[in-house]
């Protein structure tokens, strides 16, 4: 199969039948991934095609769903669970956090949990509560967990790929407000390591770091920040835990700033890391303190204020213009 | 026996409790005196009939009996080695199943090969049942790992410390044995204190919409530290499994045969695609919930007194007595087994040595993470800086 143009979502749905295509061991669980294709058509006809004991239609729990998913792991299967919207995680948190992450050491490597917690995550779709958090941070703290998060459906298709073929627990944020967003997908091709950054624009004046759906905004104040005459490079993390410094290092020593952005809250995010450990990387290259854009330490806003919470356009710009006055 | 037959019964706690100089002594159902409870053998040794359990026990020859009774005596003796090691300080602390022996040992050895057994951090004795050396299950109590003994070795999961959580791995496990077509059952083992989480809840929901041959085995010991079932349920817990619509059954957990019939029952419902069952052994913690805890603050000794007179070691020596199934020679020599087991288990703890420093880095992830391999090297390198500050 050449490339084929296809939306986020249809990439991830084409990477699950792929998966489960190869592998028998491979399962689909979740809360109404069944039947109705989940509630944004992510696991779309694969129960009808793989049946009902291969694609699972579980009941509203969801510590159930990821303890089972992990007792399923403990007999040999490579269970793909959806938690339905990214802030009905917490039930599950327990079971991730104190088994799920931590069972491979406590057996001293005997066992193994290849387990893919898939969240939609993120706002921007004018839903209520609950419906738009990015929790990314919350799990990137525990050490036996990997997280990643695709920026766009080549990547949703391969980084799914590669998360199921993973001995170790993946926790793969999909960015639902870019389930539509389409793009080329070749299915044929060989991705390079899940783990790995990669630039999506080059510039020499300014690096903003992104990942999920934060990567397209940063695209599009590169291409604002051109029209003035400056030079951004864009770099799509691609993956939360672990975090690729050195391709971070290397952009940043060559443009000396650097901009993170994520919608998740500032306070103890991804973008602390960042800053702390680039700081001490490139400690005599940063013209700049490294600047984070993201959610406010406050409850995420009804739908209405959404924008005023997010960063958008003009919020990264601003960070830009402070980080380029240093 | 079983909830189908039972009527409902009013809380317990309405069978009345009084308070004395701030603790509780409880007006708790008696083993031998509950017309619910499945017993085979009376405190006093005696066998009694049960139509419905009697048959999976039948055959039982009077070898395998002292074998169930050699198992209780020698859980009960690496138990109290354990306990002994935790207050010379050779391990960091002790969960002792004093008292529960006769229902561990019984179900533990009514479970097959295959079976799968997912524990709490109280199940020595089906440990023992498995095969699993005792002295492996001391490391995470000397401190030296969290678990440590390969899980599929003799399919007995690492012991669990949050509380519950297990039932959800065994209920999965079980859904994996049915997808294989497998006639394997799992067991998993929880408290009274336990009952009380959604995950044990959690579990029996979705055991039951699979019908996931599994088996749920609650040791109610009465207390969880230091609050008593009172506080964790108005419904004897047996009940609960029939609002999630498979039978749950209460055990005399101190009888050895019994928890050994009911447990045979409960897995080869499992076996033949009846789904889950939730078996309640009635029991009794004789100690305290670890080393670190102290009983005298919150239970009265009356009440534990009144337990050891149904202790489930002490009743099965009456019966193989009383039946002629054992001489004085059996008793002397596992008495002897029992000193050299001590022994064992004695040496191999303060042998046991300290893990090496580097082994926080290992096995965080099986594939694999640069961050973890770069505090690894600063680790090393911090480490290395002694060195040359001495020169070496």
Redesign the interface.
């Known amino acids: 199969m050449a490339a084929e143009k296809m939306a986020l979502a249809k990439a991830i749905n084409e990477s699950l039948r792929r998966a489960l295509e190869s592998d028998p061991k491979v399962l689909i669980m979740g809360e109404d991934v069944g039947k109705l294709g989940g509630v944004f058509r992510v696991t779309d006809g694969l129960q009808k095609d793989f049946g009902e004991?291969r694609v699972i239609d579980?009941?509203l729990?969801e510590?159930?769903i990821?303890?089972?998913?992990?007792?399923?792991?403990?007999?040999?299967?490579r269970p793909v669970v959806e938690i339905q919207f990214d802030g009905f995680v917490f039930?599950a948190y327990?079971?991730i956090v104190?088994?799920l992450a931590?069972?491979?050491?406590?057996?001293?490597?005997?066992?193994?949990l290849p387990v893919v917690v898939r969240i939609p995550y993120g706002g921007g779709i004018g839903a209520v509560e609950h419906h738009s958090e990015s929790p990314e941070a919350l799990f990137a703290h525990v050490?036996?967990l990997?997280i990643v998060s695709p920026s766009n459906a080549s990547d949703a298709y391969w980084m799914m790929q590669q998360a199921i073929q993973?001995?170790?627990p993946v926790i793969f944020f999909e960015p639902k407000r870019r389930y539509w967003d389409k793009d080329e997908v070749a299915t044929e091709a060989i991705p390079g390591p899940l783990?790995r950054a990669r630039v999506v624009r080059e510039g020499t004046d300014l690096t903003l770091a992104a990942y999920g759906p934060m990567v397209k905004l940063c695209r599009e104040v590169a291409d604002a920040a051109a029209e003035e005459g400056r030079d951004l490079e864009v770099l799509d993390l691609r993956s939360v835990?672990?975090?690729?410094?050195d391709s971070l290092q290397s952009s940043v020593e060559k443009t000396r700033r650097l901009v993170v952005v994520h919608e998740a809250p500032v306070f103890f995010g991804s973008g602390a890391e960042i800053a702390a450990r680039i700081t001490e990387r490139c400690f005599y290259h940063l013209e700049a303190p490294v600047l984070r854009v993201g959610g406010y330490h406050a409850p995420y806003p009804p739908a209405r204020l959404e924008e005023e919470y997010l960063p958008g356009l003009d919020r990264v710009l601003d960070a830009v213009d402070r980080a380029l006055a240093y | 026996m079983t909830v189908e037959s039972t009527a409902a019964r009013k809380p317990r706690r309405s069978a009345g409790t009084k308070s004395t100089a701030g603790k509780t002594t409880t007006a708790r159902k008696t083993a031998g005196s509950d017309p619910e409870l499945v017993q085979l053998l009376t405190p006093e040794g005696k066998r009694v009939k049960n139509a419905g359990y009697d048959k999976y026990v039948a055959g039982i020859t009077p070898e395998e009996l002292r074998g169930l009774y050699r198992d209780m005596v020698l859980t009960r003796r690496f138990d109290a080695e354990a306990t002994s090691l935790q207050r010379q300080g050779e391990l960091g602390l002790w969960a002792s199943l004093l008292g529960q022996e006769a229902a561990q040992i019984g179900s533990g050895r009514a479970t097959r090969e295959d079976d799968y057994v997912f524990p709490t951090y109280r199940e020595h004795g089906v440990a023992w049942c498995r095969g699993v050396d005792p002295t492996n299950l001391l490391g995470m109590f000397r401190g030296v790992?969290?678990?440590?003994w390969?899980?599929?070795g003799n399919n007995f999961?690492?012991y669990?410390i949050?509380i519950g959580?297990q039932?959800?791995?065994?209920?999965?496990?079980?859904?994996?044995?049915a997808?294989?077509g497998a006639d394997s059952a799992v067991i998993a083992y929880f408290g009274d204190g336990a009952s009380s989480q959604?995950?044990v809840a959690?579990?029996f929901?979705?055991s039951a919409?699979y019908n996931a041959p599994v088996v749920f085995f609650c040791q109610n010991n009465q207390w969880a530290i230091s609050e008593p079932t009172e506080k964790q349920t108005r419904v004897p817990l047996y009940q609960r499994a029939q609002g999630f619509g498979f039978p749950g059954v209460r055990v005399d957990g101190n009888d050895v045969l019994a928890c050994l019939a009911v447990t045979k029952w409960a897995l080869e419902r499992a076996r033949r695609g009846e789904g889950p069952t939730l078996v309640e052994a009635y029991t009794y913690r004789m100690g305290a919930h670890t080393t670190s805890d102290d009983p005298s603050k919150y239970r009265a000794d009356e009440e534990r007194e009144a337990w050891e007179a149904k202790d489930p070691i002490l009743r099965l020596r009456r019966y193989l007595e009383a039946a002629n199934h054992a001489d004085e020679g059996f008793f002397a020599e596992l008495e002897t087994e029992s000193e050299a087991l001590g022994k064992r288990v004695r040496e191999a703890v303060r042998a046991m040595p300290d893990p090496d420093r580097f082994a926080i880095f290992?096995?965080?992830?099986?594939?694999g993470?640069?961050?973890?391999d770069e505090e690894r090297a600063q680790f090393a390198a911090y480490q290395a800086s002694f060195a040359d500050a001495e020169g070496v």
Do not use: C, W
């Not at chain 1, 931590?102 to 193994?112: P, T």
């Not at chain 2, 790992?145 to 440590?148: L, P, T």
């Open positions: 004991s579980t009941p729990a510590s159930g990821v303890g089972t998913a992990i007792g399923l792991a403990l007999r040999g299967y039930p327990d079971q104190t088994q931590k069972m491979h050491a406590r057996s001293l490597g005997k066992v193994k050490a036996g990997k993973s001995d170790d783990h835990s672990p975090i690729d410094f | 790992n969290n678990g440590g390969d899980p599929n999961q690492l669990t949050v959580s039932t959800l791995h065994a209920t999965g496990y079980a859904m994996g044995v997808k294989d959604g995950d959690e579990s929901t979705f919409v290992e096995n965080v992830y099986a594939d993470h640069a961050l973890v």
